[in-house]
DNA sequence: AAACCCGTCAACCGCTCTACT
DNA sequence: AAGTAGAGCGGTTGACGGGTT
């Protein structure tokens, strides 16, 4: 019974490499996320085409934004859960920065217990005026009227989606000239469209990021790193070559080598603030698997307000 | 110090959907 | 219209780290 296994059996599987995220990342580079099947064989990875997509969406994709949930993307992703289910891709088309695995991983480990809790002691915490007593606490009306908005929304998408869009040509030559004033102030929630500021070497930063934590956590790999620095300068060619390898590195040195290599530095130090505003970066991977919906008429923040705020923004969003 | 428990999260599995022929 | 392959999605697993006993 069941299905044939996608994979032939002599995939590599478990925790994905640094070499592995570098070649990746180096390949998508060149040629742009799709066409997954023929990743492995282009690549030389022993991976499956499914684990290579895997690793990009959930983790390699720039713009991506890891770490502690905000406590208004809690209330957002308990909103939507309870206004959609368990469908994570579309929750996560509402918060751009987040994996669908992430909203759900968080959702099951955190949210559904904290809810639950809240539930069976019958409080109105912190969270009790949305989220799982939402469909219970709102009059029928309200609840048909949001509805009706999601449906609208998700029209508004669609037409947007089938809209004219740019060729990734043109993205990649705004990219590079925007990429030297990248200091984007503007809100990425704004109702205009984003610029799209964004280059596929932004996945470095990504690459980097994890390299940091990889190497501060097990130094003793520090063997092998040579060779991923040396990936590293051949793959990302984007990035700056000044910071050139050297052959007894410690492992201080060498993350310190991939911050200047990737432009690791002015991520990291961004990182704790990595609001909405930080990044009109990521829109250019959201595009490929999300729905964009900062183009549609309902400014984001309005659409923000609506799921954090029970009685608010009815009036503005009842069609 | 060792054993155990528990929470987190990356990754896998298998099903469904969609596009193509 | 039917078959097939690739992509996407949601559920689940398992490794790992931290806390507790």
Redesign the pocket.
């Known amino acids: 019974m069941?299905?044939p296994?996608?994979?032939d059996k002599g995939v590599?599987?478990?925790?994905?490499t640094p070499e592995e995220d570098i070649i990746l990342v180096s390949y998508i580079q060149d040629h742009g996320p799709?066409?997954?099947?023929a990743v492995p064989t282009n690549t030389g990875l022993s991976?499956?085409?499914?684990?290579c997509?895997?690793?990009w969406?959930?983790?390699l994709r720039p713009g991506i934004k890891?770490?502690n949930f905000t406590e208004q993307e809690e209330k957002m992703i308990i909103h939507l859960q309870a206004l959609l289910g368990?469908?994570?891709?579309?929750i996560?088309a509402y918060l751009p920065q987040r994996t669908?695995?992430?909203i759900?991983?968080?959702w099951?480990?955190?949210l559904k217990?904290k809810l639950n809790k809240l539930e069976a002691s019958g409080s109105e915490g912190s969270l009790g005026h949305v989220g799982v007593s939402v469909s219970q606490s709102m009059s029928r009306g309200q609840w048909e009227r949001r509805l009706q908005t999601d449906i609208h929304m998700a029209k508004k998408a669609l037409s947007e989606a089938l809209s004219p869009k740019k060729t990734s040509s043109t993205f990649l030559a705004e990219l590079n000239s925007n990429r030297s004033n990248d200091n984007s102030t503007g809100s990425f929630y704004n109702s205009t469209k984003p610029t799209p500021s964004i280059s596929y070497a932004s996945s470095a930063d990504n690459i980097a990021r994890l390299l940091k934590g990889w190497m501060k956590?097990?130094p003793k790999r520090a063997a092998t790193q040579n060779s991923i620095i040396n990936l590293a300068c051949a793959g990302a060619d984007t990035a700056s070559s000044e910071g050139t390898t050297k052959g007894s590195s410690t492992s201080v040195e060498l993350s310190e080598t991939f911050e200047s290599l990737f432009g690791y530095e002015s991520l990291e130090s961004s990182n704790s603030e990595f609001s909405p505003s930080l990044s009109p970066e990521g829109t250019l991977f959201q595009d490929?698997?999300k729905p964009d919906i900062t183009g549609i008429d309902v400014p984001f923040s309005l659409l923000e307000k609506w799921l954090l705020d029970d009685s608010g923004c009815q009036e503005k969003l009842s069609f």
Request: some cysteine; aromatic content about 12%.
């Open positions: 069941g299905r296994p996608c994979c590599k599987k478990g925790p994905w799709g066409n997954w099947k991976r499956c085409s499914k684990s997509r895997l690793r969406t959930n983790y890891r770490g368990n469908r994570w891709a579309a996560a669908d695995n992430d759900k991983n968080y099951n480990t955190y217990k956590s097990t490929e698997s």
